[in-house]
C-alpha cells in the first residue's frame, strides 16, 4: 500500500489553520456549544419592553463583545418621582418593536446628559414609580447639565405637566420612536415645536422640575415605539438603557 507523505510546507499551512480556529474560538467570533454543537456569529442583548423582552444584537468594540456591568445603585430619594408611561395594553398606537428597529436606533444614539458614561447609567426601567413600573431611565447630573439630543430627528412637542415638569418629546429620523426628556430646569433658548434636532443639539438643562425630588436632580428619559408620532404621548415603552450601553 503507498502511503502519501506531508510535506514541511503543508504542515506549516495546517498548523496556521488550527491557530487561526483557536484565535476565532477565543474572542468569540465562533462559539463552541456544548450538546447541541452549531456556531453563533454575535451574542445578543435582552431589551425590555411594555410587550416583553425583544432580542437585539449585542454591541461590539474593537470586533469584541462589549461586556456588560452592574448598574450603580438608585438613589432611594428617585422612588418620590412617579412619572410613568401610560399603560401600552391600553395605547392602539403601541407598537412591539422589531430586533432590527431597536438595532438600527442604538446606533443612533448617544446618551442625552453631557458628562453621563455608559457605565453610570442605572438601571430603572423596570423599578417602582407609585404602583406602577416606571418604564424609563433615570439619569442623575448636578443641576444645570446641558440635556442634548440623543438622536437626529424633530421637536414634536414642547409640553409641561405638572409630574414632568418641564418636557420635550421629540421623534427619532425614522418616524417610528418618540424620545421623551422631562424634570428640565429650562429649555434651550429658541427651542419649539417643528424644529429639525440634529444628535447632540442642546435642548434644555438638567432639572427638579415636575414631581422630581428637589435635591436629585436628573433627567427622566424615556423611548416609546409608535405607530404614529403625531400622537407624541402614545406608544410602547422600550428600556433606553441596553441601547445607549451598545
Do not use: C
Request: no cysteine; proline share 9%.
Amino acid at each position: 500500500m503507498a502511503h502519501t507523505r506531508i510535506g514541511p510546507a503543508a504542515l506549516a499551512v495546517l498548523g496556521l489553520a488550527f491557530i487561526a480556529f483557536g484565535a476565532a474560538v477565543k474572542t468569540g467570533v465562533i462559539e463552541i456549544h456544548r450538546g447541541g454543537g452549531g456556531t453563533r456569529a454575535a451574542d445578543t442583548v435582552a431589551v425590555r419592553t411594555g410587550a416583553g423582552d425583544v432580542e437585539m444584537p449585542a454591541g461590539q468594540a474593537n470586533g469584541k463583545s462589549v461586556a456588560p456591568t452592574t448598574a450603580p445603585p438608585t438613589p432611594k430619594e428617585l422612588v418620590s418621582d412617579t412619572l410613568v408611561a401610560e399603560a401600552a395594553a391600553n395605547d392602539s398606537n403601541a407598537v412591539r418593536p422589531t430586533p432590527d428597529e431597536l438595532a438600527q436606533l442604538a446606533s443612533d444614539l448617544i446618551i442625552p446628559v453631557v458628562g453621563v458614561e455608559p457605565k453610570d447609567l442605572l438601571d430603572t426601567f423596570d423599578e417602582a414609580r407609585g404602583n406602577r413600573r416606571h418604564n424609563a431611565l433615570d439619569i442623575p447630573a448636578p443641576r444645570g447639565t446641558p440635556v442634548i439630543s440623543a438622536t437626529a430627528g424633530k421637536v414634536l412637542r414642547v409640553f409641561s405637566s405638572q409630574a414632568g415638569g418641564l418636557m420635550v418629546y421629540a421623534s427619532d429620523p425614522t418616524d417610528r420612536f418618540v424620545l421623551m426628556y422631562a424634570h428640565l430646569d429650562r429649555y434651550a433658548n429658541g427651542l419649539a415645536d417643528g424644529m429639525p434636532l440634529q444628535r447632540g443639539d442642546t435642548i434644555g438643562f438638567v432639572g427638579t422640575t415636575g414631581n422630581a425630588p428637589p435635591n436629585v436632580p436628573h433627567l427622566h428619559f424615556g423611548i416609546a415605539r409608535t405607530s404614529n408620532v403625531g400622537r407624541w404621548w402614545t406608544g410602547m415603552p422600550v428600556d433606553p438603557r441596553p441601547l445607549l450601553r451598545r
